[in-house]
């Protein structure tokens, strides 16, 4: 049996141990062509482990900073990790070394308030926040605005089931490159996360494939159909659900509404819910009912097919006493009726899109089905109510309701294309743009909205604190970017924001201490 022990930078094997040449506990010997030594060993010779030879690494292709950061001035490899290495040449590794960052002179979001602070970082951890903080790895923060990572609370994934829209690879690279660090995808997959198989795979899919912290929603009914329950307990088990979701499609039934809100109550779970009555709802309904529909004779959406539902909802929240949250509210009566329910402190909560907070149906151009996503863009006078929601802590969450779909599917004309828009690479930036830098929200309101709320929904341990995982973006306010077809990273490229010009560059982002330069 042969052992081997090597990185990806050291093409990628160090050293190796067989049946022959061993002792227990080393890793072997490094091979003949490398040279190792130990940097910097304290009294027990323990340091950390160097290597240089022919097989090591030129450097991370475009990353400059990256590389100077492994590789030193005489071409020793940084490891990271500690060990030591005994007379006759055998390595043992003892652990791994404190890399200390400090994040200098950034505009922090600290306790709700934008500061400038200096962040200590160490290993996986927040370590420090203050002035005046020093180190060996400095990150020049000045004139950068530090957060902690965006959290998303309304993600469609799109695996397994349907790849050719998207995957876990690439719509969860499109959301840490938006900065965020934490997302919850939907349950409407194929197979439909509802049981205890798919959310076993979905597991090791996440695993394999995403670059931040992913995790689902178990479906609310078998199937999203609205028949029967799925297990609540059973699925609740497992760390990666976060709660219960049919969204795409309303629970049309109020008594099975009310059996699933005493489930999640049961387990201390929540009810994330899409509200769509579809007794509201004629045959081939594709954007808002107003001036625009009836002029190009399409069939509209009122706005009693969302807060019939999210009223009905509300009122049997406050009756069983369960947590519950609304998705992508776009009327004014909602975010009417979830007001009156959080002034009697209940323990409900909704979320706005950055969509829905910045155009409206009359923003419509061509009737491209890019503006086609369901809830539809409402009336001026409902984005006003959601912006004056978020303002006054009624919408608590600002969510992007990402919604990957192939080319082909969007080129239909807009009442047989399907509904959805991609959002998370860009939701921050058209947010600060269009509604932070127009005085329509300030910029600590739309941070609460995107990382500690959120947070709070569903549970989550993630602030900008000591103690607490470094999870975090850092962001260039006064970069100007143009979304185009050619920068966005989702397999999709489905939004009506194309060519539209932001604010707002991801410049790092940290996940569990780990930093890279975007």
Known sequence: MVQGYGLTESSPVIAVEDDKYKKIGSIGKALPTLDVKI??????????????????????????????????????????????IDKDGFIFITGRKKFVIVLKNGNVFYQNKIQKLDVEIDGETISQIGHDLDGENIIDCTDLLVTPGFVD????????????????????????????????????????????????????????????????????????????????KENNAFDIVQGFSDDGKGVQSKEMMAKAMKEAKAINSIIVAHCEDEGELEKGACINLGRVSKENGLVGINNASEYNHALRDLQLSKEIGNRYHICHISTKETVAGLREYRKQGLPVSGEA?????????????????????????????DL?????GLKD?????????????????????????????????????????????????????????MTVNPSQVIGLDHDMAVGK?????????????????????????NTPFLDTKCFGLVKYHILDGKIEKL
Not at 53 to 69: D, F, H, R, S, V
Not at 469 to 493: G, V
């Open 153 to 232: 609370l309304h993600v469609h994934l799109r695996e397994p089931g349907f790849e050719h829209k998207g995957t876990i690879k690439t719509e969860t690279l499109s959301a840490k490159y938006g900065g965020y660090t934490h997302i919850v995808a939907m349950a409407n997959t194929n197979p439909c996360m509802d049981d205890k198989e798919t959310i076993e795979d979905f597991i090791q899919r996440v695993q394999k494939d995403s670059s931040i912290h992913t995790y689902t929603y178990s479906a609310i009914t078998k199937d999203l159909k609205g028949q029967e329950l799925v297990d609540f």
């Open 384 to 388: 006003d109510a959601l912006i004056e």
């Open 393 to 449: 802590g009624t919408v608590t969450c600002i969510s992007t309701d990402h919604a990957p779909h192939s080319d082909e599917e969007k080129l239909k004309p807009i009442d047989q294309a399907p509904f959805g828009i991609i959002g998370n690479q860009h939701a921050f930036s058209l947010v600060y743009t269009y509604l932070v830098k127009k005085n329509l929200l300030d910029l600590e309101t739309v941070l609460k909205c």
């Open 39 to 84: 940097d910097k060993p304290n009294e027990e010779g323990i340091g950390e482990l160097l290597v240089k030879g022919p097989t090591i690494m030129l450097g991370y292709y475009e990353n400059e900073e990256a590389t100077k950061e492994t590789i030193d001035k005489e071409g020793w490899l940084h490891t990271g990790d500690l060990a030591k």
């Open 469 to 493: 995982k470094a999870n975090i973006a850092i962001i260039d306010l006064n970069e100007e970017y143009t979304i185009t077809r050619d920068n966005i990273y989702s397999k999709a490229k």
């Open 353 to 381: 899109c950055p969509h829905h907070l910045i155009l409206t149906d009359e923003n419509i151009k061509n009737l491209n089905p890019n503006y086609k996503m369901n809830p539809p863009l409402r009336s001026k006078e």
